[in-house]
C-alpha cells in the first residue's frame, strides 16, 4: 500500500508566518504539522511515502524530514506541484507512477490535518481491503467543507445550505485503480480538479465506506487558521502528558 501526502498550497490563511515558508512545516506543540500524517501512515503500516509540495519547498522539506527518514526507516519522496491550485487530485495523480500504482492501494492525507487517538483509523485502513474508505467528523461549520448527505451516498462541497453536519476529513483510502477514475474528471468551474468527484464516483457505484471518527476540533483539526494551530497544540499536549503519546 502506498502513502500520498499533499502539503502544497500557499497557506494564506496562515500570512504573514507562511510568507517564507511552508505551513506544514510550522509547529503543532512540539514537532512540524507534516509529522502527523506521516505518523498515520506509518502507525498504518505504510512506509513507501510520497509528499507533494510546491516546488520552492521540495529542498526544505528533505532537509526537515531526513532526520525522521534515517530514524523510523521509511522512503520518502518528493516530488513538486508547479501549480499549486490544481486541486487535491491533481496532487493525487502527481503521486501515483502510471502503471506501477494500479493494481496498489494507495492511502491520501492532506498534510494540514491532524487526528487525534488514531487506533480507529489505522485499523480501518488495514482492515478495508478493495474500498474507498472516507473519515468523517461532526462539525458545526460544515459549509466550510465537503459535507456528506444523511444517506451517506454523496458529498456536497462547501453548500450553502448543509443537509449534515457530518464532513469529509482530508484522510481518503483508495482501491487499486483510483487513476484511471481521477484521469476521467473534469475540472471545476474555480478550475481544480475536485477530489469530491473522485469520492462521489466510489460513492455513486457502492464502493465506498463511511467512517465516523468523532468531532471537529476535538479529534481532528483543519490547521489552517492560527487558532485552529493553536487549539491542536494545546489538545495534542495535554494527550501527551496524560497518555504518554508517540507519534512513531
Known amino acids: 500500500m502506498k502513502g500520498i501526502i499533499l502539503s502544497g498550497g500557499l497557506g494564506t490563511r496562515l500570512y504573514p508566518m507562511t510568507y517564507a515558508v511552508s505551513k506544514q512545516l510550522l509547529p503543532v506543540y512540539n514537532v512540524p504539522m507534516i509529522y502527523y500524517p506521516i505518523s498515520i501512515l506509518y502507525k498504518s503500516g505504510i512506509k513507501d511515502i510520497t509528499l507533494i509540495t510546491n516546488p520552492e519547498y521540495v529542498l526544505t522539506f528533505k532537509k526537515a524530514l531526513q532526520g525522521l527518514i ?53 485499523n480501518t485502513i488495514s482492515s478495508c481491503p478493495g474500498k474507498c474508505c472516507l473519515f468523517t467528523v461532526y462539525s458545526d461549520t460544515p459549509y466550510r467543507f465537503g459535507v ?18 457530518r464532513i469529509v476529513t482530508g484522510l481518503y483510502k483508495y482501491p487499486a485503480g483510483v487513476r484511471k477514475v481521477a484521469e476521467s474528471i473534469k475540472r471545476s468551474p474555480r ?24 468531532i471537529e476540533n476535538e479529534h481532528w483539526f483543519d490547521c489552517g487558521t492560527p487558532d485552529s494551530l493553536l487549539d491542536a497544540s494545546n489538545k495534542l499536549k495535554k494527550i501527551y502528558d496524560e497518555y504518554n503519546y508517540q507519534l512513531f
Open 70 to 122: 534515517n530514524e523510523v526507516g521509511i522512503n520518502l519522496k518528493i516530488i513538486p506541484q508547479a501549480n499549486p491550485t490544481g486541486g487535491i487530485a491533481e496532487a493525487l495523480l502527481l503521486g501515483l507512477e502510471e502503471g506501477k500504482d494500479d493494481n496498489e492501494e494507495s492511502v491520501l492525507i492532506l498534510g494540514d490535518n491532524i487526528f487525534i487517538m488514531t487506533d480507529q483509523i489505522q
Open 148 to 165: 456528506m448527505n444523511e444517506f451517506r451516498t454523496r458529498i456536497t462541497e462547501k453548500p450553502s445550505n448543509p443537509e449534515t453536519n
Open 191 to 214: 478550475g481544480e480538479l475536485e477530489i469530491t468527484d473522485v469520492n462521489n464516483y466510489y460513492l455513486g457505484i457502492g464502493e465506498a465506506k463511511v467512517f465516523d471518527v468523532g
